[in-house]
């Protein structure tokens, strides 16, 4: 099984970044996808960023241009730099890792609150 804990959340005003961490521990793998969502009050969960094991990432249209996702395979650890945030950025965010395979199976953090408010 895996563990996944995310820490960084907090209350910030718009414009200002934060710097979210998720630590994995487990049965985790190095191969695994790792990634970043959030859920908003009233809405689906969405895909913020994930990034691969050598490095490839993928952002949601709304972040790519601010937020930065990094990952330390040595560690077992991925961040998420966010930048310029703003008010429709408010959200929990879920640290996630995929098992990749023809059907893939993923693990989830219990999430982050970030608050973007003047």
């Known amino acids: 099984q895996v563990q996944l804990v995310e820490s960084g959340g907090g209350f910030v005003q718009p414009g200002e970044s934060l710097r979210l961490s998720c630590a994995a521990s487990?049965?985790?793998?190095?191969?695994?996808?790792m990634g970043w969502y959030r859920q908003a009050p009233g809405k689906e969960r969405e895909l913020v960023a994930t990034?691969?094991?050598?490095?490839?990432?993928v952002y949601t249209n709304s972040v790519k241009d601010r937020f930065t996702i990094s990952r330390d395979n040595a560690k077992y650890t991925v961040l998420l730099k966010m930048n310029s945030l703003k008010p429709e950025d408010t959200a929990v965010y879920y640290c996630?890792?995929?098992?990749?395979?023809?059907?893939?199976?993923?693990?989830w953090g219990q999430g982050t609150q970030v608050t973007v408010a003047s």
């Open positions: 996630n890792a995929r098992r990749p395979s023809f059907i893939a199976v993923d693990y």
């Open positions: 487990g049965s985790i793998s190095s191969m695994y996808v």
């Open positions: 990034i691969t094991s050598g490095g490839v990432t």
